[in-house]
């Protein structure tokens, strides 16, 4: 367990320049020959949030508890999901995009899940700013418990390298995985309390919600800027979100060290 794990900092160590170079080609391509750029990063989550807050806080009522304004609440769930959520649909295409690296025996493919996830926290760091500026807006007081936000993004980021693993692999090998994921990663959005609270479903079914490793990301990402928590007060949470990454890294390395020698000659 710890011989893979130290094989793949050792990489890492090796092939750190590689990686941020990669991760900045990343950022700058995906808004590559537009007008605005790198702007495109906080345009297109400002215009989401805008819709879910006429949606669900002007058309539907929605009202957070302690009298938080509605898109504050939801933007600080929202900046989590997007660090996840973007990792994870850029990791699962990492392999495809870079089709011309697998084909060189030397290079490390296992880093290259890793690229679209280290922007994703980079833009992620963008709209925390982004967020500082809504809550300074909106009258809400800042604390120092907002710097467990760090932890969080680290913690969504390595969820996202677990799943990104194998579903990066196994999108080479089945053409169909990577809409499938798609539709996956739908679902997760409407079943993770974001836009709404956990508050409206019966006692019996709120249980349910722990099961989701991104609820503990939300929650926790509230609990740090809206709520004055410490992520240890959710202890048993805590430790059910980490069992869950660290299976889900043994078991994507695991897939993925399996196929590695086959993507070269299948991609």
Do not use: H
């Amino acid at each position: 367990m710890l011989r893979p794990a130290i094989a793949f900092i050792k990489t890492l160590t090796q092939f750190r320049y590689t990686l941020w170079v990669l991760a900045r080609q990343e950022i700058r391509s995906r808004y590559a020959g537009s007008l605005l750029g790198g702007a495109w990063n906080l345009i297109n989550p400002m215009v989401m949030v805008f819709i879910y807050w006429m949606i669900f806080s002007v058309g539907f009522k929605v009202a957070p508890a302690k009298d938080i304004p509605f898109l504050t609440w939801f933007f600080c769930a929202f900046v989590v999901w997007s660090t996840f959520s973007d990792g994870l649909s850029g990791s699962a295409n990492s392999l495809i995009k870079n089709r011309n690296l697998i084909t060189k025996t030397k290079f490390p493919s296992q880093i290259l899940p890793l690229v679209p996830i280290l922007s994703s926290l980079i833009n992620s760091l963008i709209l925390m700013g982004l967020l500082v500026g809504l809550m300074l807006l909106q009258g809400v007081p800042l604390s120092w418990y907002s710097f467990q936000a760090l932890y969080y993004l680290i913690g969504a980021g390595l969820l996202a390298l677990g799943a990104g693993w194998f579903f990066s692999a196994a999108s080479v090998l089945i053409k169909d995985l990577s809409p499938i994921l798609t539709v996956v990663l739908q679902l997760l959005f409407w079943a993770t309390p974001i836009f709404y609270q956990v508050d409206l479903f019966p006692a019996e079914y709120r249980k349910y919600f722990l099961l989701n490793p991104i609820y503990y990301l939300t929650e926790g990402f509230r609990g740090s800027f809206l709520y004055e928590r410490y992520f240890w007060e959710s202890g048993q949470q805590g430790l059910f979100f980490w069992g869950v990454v660290f299976f889900l890294l043994l078991f994507g390395g695991w897939f993925f060290k399996g196929v590695k020698n086959e993507l070269a000659d299948v991609i």
